[in-house]
């Protein structure tokens, strides 16, 4: 039977299906599309071949392309006209359309359909586990973290929120992290992720992770930061330390300028921070440690190290010269 028309299947439910976001009903009726295609599992690997490599070796747009265009000519059909946006989508559709009997496969081996496990629901305070592998993570007040029960066990997690993470070496099994906004893939290293309405970056502290959004990719060191804006990864350094301290109080300053300051208070503990003359403080830097148990702590810690008035009204910290 010769492979059903591409036009037959309305491309915006194949991407749904491929998000793992299809109805029950488009889920139907991209399995009965699928089965009534001869299956060529072979042309199926081949593809993830090359998208593994594209994500590791950053392989530019007009190679996939071409890649893309030599597993065409193989299977003497053409490449869709119509172009997705993004290629791995746009390999999946190529390998959907040619090997239709790989239904079974795609249906039964995804892992967006097996469902959601909650290993750490949303509380008021920093919540503490040790996962079987001796992996110790923290996750902060308000956040979620989930896994999904496959073979490789508790080494793929889910973050909505915020996180800090030591992750047991296991090269066999890469350790993961998805989020709404960033992925994060470790061998075993230490390290902040950040997901929230404020921010979306990882901070490493030590060892090395790959980041991931979008179609870009980027390793980041000990001291570095990915953040996502506007859908693409940005360096900068950034003392990883005080990113995770909020973890256990104990902060670790080192020259920290009062504009450094109001951003970690902003993303460690959701505070909005408002410095009045701050061209007063313009000069000023603090280093030392810090132990911070709560907002009474805190204001009375900084005050000293910033000899100014800091006062918390709300949600929000005051920081004026005295």
Known sequence: MAPNNINRLDYTILIKFIDGQASPAETAEVAAWLDAAPGNRELYFQVKDILDQQRVSAVTREETDHRWQQIADQLQAPVPVRRLHRLKYAAAVLVL????????????????QVPFITLVSQQSTVQQ????????????PGSLLRYRKVKDGLRELWLDGSGYF?????????????TSGID???????????NDQHNTNVIVNTGMVKASTHEQEMLVRPGQRATVVNNALQMDSVNAQLFAAWKDGD??????????????LQLNYGYEVN????????????????????????????????????????NRIIIQPK
């Open 275 to 314: 410095v009045l003359q701050p061209h007063k403080f313009r000069n000023t830097s603090i280093s030392g440690r810090m132990l911070i148990t709560d907002a009474q702590s805190l204001c009375k810690s900084l005050s000293g190290m910033l000899e100014a008035d800091v006062s918390k009204d709300g």
């Open 97 to 112: 359309v040619a090997a239709g009997g790989i239904a079974a496969y795609v249906l039964t081996r995804s892992p967006k």
């Open 184 to 194: 994060v893939t470790v061998l075993g290293t230490s390290f902040t992720v950040n």
């Open 166 to 178: 030591e992750v047991v070496k296991n090269t066999a099994t890469p350790f993961k992290i998805h």
């Open 251 to 264: 902060y670790k300053f080192e020259n920290t300028t009062v504009e450094e300051l109001k951003e970690l």
């Open 129 to 140: 586990l040790l996962l079987p592998d001796s992996t110790r993570i923290w996750i902060k």
